[in-house]
């Protein structure tokens, strides 16, 4: 073991016990230096693996601290969704979250929106206003179908770290993340089919399942480690299921990553159903872990994973820049994009892979990963404190949202309707449920650095909450 | 009768009987006010008149000339499509002429694109730039999902031409034309339905068809009117169509305008058979005449009609901005815009919204019409002069494309293989067809000022037509 692994043993154990206290401040590193007597990059090195570990942070000009670790026992249960195929509602409650968010005024706490008013994505623009100085025309014209060819290479390039080797021609270039999915789930499935899917799960990517005519079968779904194979066993036994559509790696809105071996596991239960499989992998890149995951389409052997991503969480969302690999489904995937929206547009595309290819890209996702780790630990820490006694939590290991389970039967429709007169929306947990589950859970975003004002109004949304509590029967 | 009409009568006479030839400068201005006894500004009137009437034509700095005539006789025969809903075919040569637009050695002759490298289109490339640096971070953000406020005001204020008296609220702004057209397609069929079209059809429409698992039906169009309402109403009868998806303003391929009286027939028809209309408007700003024809939906008096266009073909369609006016199906197909691609990338449409209420958009219109003119006489004249004796064209009254009617039975996809080797490239009348039809005829762009390489390579497309002719048995 080498000298920095053994004082990073050292220190977890000083924190395992609770001899460094989360929230406090460790030793500075020249105190630490001097402690031990070994030099400070030593100890700097031991200080990012309790950072990689999740046990440490540093905040800039003021040394590292303990992370807040969330309570023991407060994970939700495994979900326990409908043991059949059902069709997919809730679209009203779906279009009420998205024209709330359309109201400058409002605090938008439910989104799934990033923070993108942050300097390292400077570049970005600068690059969108030199891309149209200097390519002039070319922002105007149709390119390939399949996207410009600059992006495709860099997106290639990207998805090394999630364990695939990609080539330019496996990559489709869509109109955001939606499209990817929209295009996925249309080219590999017929009205009346059945699609499975973890659950809760993303509302964009159920609308789209009921805009099909297709049905969903939810599949219980682990808050630490995704949906249970078993389950999806039986359920492929029983039920003539065409896709599987899941987001494994930071999950929406759960925010686990699914472990690798059942990652692999996945894959040989597919291969055994001939099971097709659309995986959203669109906040795998703001995994808190280094390396980051790997995709379950880094395992797939015979094409039947399509892999769908966009630089909306990553960068920004406003841009639609978006991606497929397809796999073995390519050609029915293009002809759905043609007729979909024809050829997506150039110039963001553009700007987008400069931004990548001059290393902006990793330079954002360097600033942004801590914090949204701080944010994190920020909202998991404001939830425990303001939220009603037995309120449960997710524990996100990467991504900018967080998902609550609140005792009892709070409505969370009512609650955002109280909350409206507060200015403050959240996205209520029946919008991820085919079938009017969830109805006492909430998805909250930390993706803005915290604030006093976020603060404030996440104790309003508990202190409403717990007034909903009281007045139960 | 006002003096300049009455002089416009008396150069029309002249020109219908041979006194001014076709291609042939009509006196100055100056000289015409000399002779006639009248000011210049009734000459000018009068000179005007006849450009409105399709008579003549203004060269910059050069004066009036007499329109190239098309030879009486030549237009093709109305188009006698099958009888029955039958299933869309042809991807794999709509897939070639999309690749083969890829490679930009080829001269695309065949291609649907319009002339941007024109100086009227620089504001916009400038409002790109200025945007991105005034505006910053809105570039970045989701925005309302029916499109910005700014754009859907510009929209709703340009159909005001056609005829169409709408609010921003009835405007839903989309990824280009062609997800206009998917998602409408897409919000009111269900998959094994009948879609009534014109024959030959805009093949991205028909791909669309074939997607969503839908039968087409194609209806006899006659290339100076548009579909036979008589044959519309015998196949509403017999068959459970659910919708009819038609260009009627300067129809992509054949050119014509539907005139006014059909279209007020045919919304009575759609009303008599509660028939909806996916009325596709993309080239309907370049009609040559002024003002420009009116849209069926400004004679839609419930809301049957789903209005689509983009800025594709007046400014440029890398850009990908269109947009929906969905009447009565505004609930259906915003919940089919959010499933496809969420909301629209926001740049380009503050970008757009900007050159129209600028007057930008205005003026490009005036640069452009007089340009594609211009382009359809030579045009019309190359042909006429290369292609094999017999040939038979459209008379396109605006956009950028003409339809030729090749005789007897030369294979134009064959003809597009020959071309191959001079780098050209047409878009053979086959993929216009659901069924393998007009295996004689395809499409020709002439939207770039007529040069001597463009002529070249008419020249040669028709020495190769001639070729293939002769060697015919």
Redesign the interface.
Known sequence: MKLYEQLATELQHRIDTGLYLPGHRLPSIREMSREHEVSIATVQEAYRRLEDLGLAEARPKSGYYVRSRRMAGSLPDASRPAQRPIEVSQ?ED??EL??G??DKSMLALGRG?PD??VPT?DPL?RG??SF??RI??????????AGTRELRQQVARLTIDSGCTLHLDDIIV???C??AL?ISM?AIT??GDVVAVDSPSFY?SM??I????LKVMEIPTHPETGISLEALELALEQWPISALQLTPNCNNPLGYTMPEDKKRKLISLAQRFDLAIIEDDIYGDLAFQYPRPRTIKSFDTDGRVLLCSSFSKT??????VGWIAPGRYRDRV???K???????????QLAVAAFVANGGYERHLRRMRPQYRRGRDAMIDWVSRYFPAGTRMSDPQGGFLLWAELPGDIDTLELNRRLWAHKIRIAPGVLFSASGKYRNCLRLNFAEEPTARIEAAVRTVGDEALRMHDSLP
């Open positions: 679209w779906v279009l998205l024209c968010n359309e929106m993108f008013a994505l623009l969108l206003v149209n100085r002039e025309h070319r922002g105007l014209e149709y390119d390939s179908l869509t109109t955001g939606q499209e929209s249309r017929r009205p964009g609308q789209l009921r805009a099909n005519g960068l920004a969302p406003g841009m639609r293009l002809h759905t043609y007729v979909s929206t024809g050829a997506s547009a150039i110039a963001p």
